[in-house]
């Protein structure tokens, strides 16, 4: 149990769907990250948020669509997905970007993730 | 670019030790750090090296060479449970975070 907890854990979609994948962290962070993970790829940064505000927007196609209702709270909408959209959807949260004498430790915890397959 | 190196694949004994190298190429650095994926789990944090040296944990142990870019993961009295996939990742600003494709590690009785 990392504190952070992701739903659906599956999710199967025809490319004409909407659907929406939520994230919940329970352990008083105030920065959440989508991030999407494919076999043997580097993790790859989707979206930041900081005290529920955008700061990072990893030039994600518009299919893709966050929200961050409140610091606790994460959704990404997805609509008219692709096949090669099919991943595994991490979510994550940590203490801000705390900048302590040695620089972000880069401390991240991930929920377990959504498999999203895209038919 | 920016770039992580890692092996795909270390395979070990269990009981023995093995150590899981990384070097990156990145346009910023403040600290290599080291995350843990079983299959079907989240990513879980194991160390952060900011400077030069070697930080130990328990059977877990990380290294870092900012001269060499480089750093690894030591895995010592290797157990099954630590078969997973570990990841390499650079701070290279605020928030960002730049990663390894990850090494899946194989313990074989």
């Known amino acids: 149990e990392t504190g952070v907890t992701q739903t659906p854990r599956h999710l199967v979609m025809g490319m004409t769907n909407k659907k929406s994948l939520k994230c919940e962290q329970h352990l008083g962070h105030n920065a959440m990250y989508w991030y999407k993970q494919s076999a043997k790829k580097p993790l790859e940064l989707m979206f930041v948020?900081?005290?529920?505000?955008?700061?990072e927007n990893n030039s994600v196609p518009s299919r893709f669509s966050p929200e961050c209702p409140n610091s606790s709270h994460l959704f990404l909408h997805l609509h008219t997905l692709q096949p090669e959209d099919s991943a595994l959807y991490l979510c994550a949260s940590s203490q801000d970007f705390l900048r302590g004498l040695f620089g972000w430790a880069g401390e991240l915890f991930f929920g377990e993730g959504s498999r999203l397959t895209v038919l | 670019g920016q770039s992580l190196e890692q092996p795909s694949e270390v395979t070990a004994v269990e009981g023995a030790i093995v150590q899981i190298n990384c070097t990156y190429q990145?346009?910023?650095?403040?600290?290599l750090s080291w995350y843990q994926q079983h299959d079907g789990g989240a990513p879980t944090f194991l160390s952060y090296?900011?400077l030069d040296g070697l930080e130990e944990t328990g059977r877990f142990s990380s290294f870092l060479s900012r001269s060499d870019s480089y750093g690894y993961l030591l895995l010592q009295e290797l157990q099954m449970k630590d078969s997973a996939s570990y990841f390499c990742a650079v701070s290279d600003s605020n928030y960002q975070l730049i990663w390894g494709a990850g090494t899946k590690l194989i313990i074989k009785p």
């Open positions: 090296n900011a």
């Open positions: 990145t346009s910023g650095f403040y600290g």
């Open positions: 948020y900081s005290l529920e505000e955008r700061v």
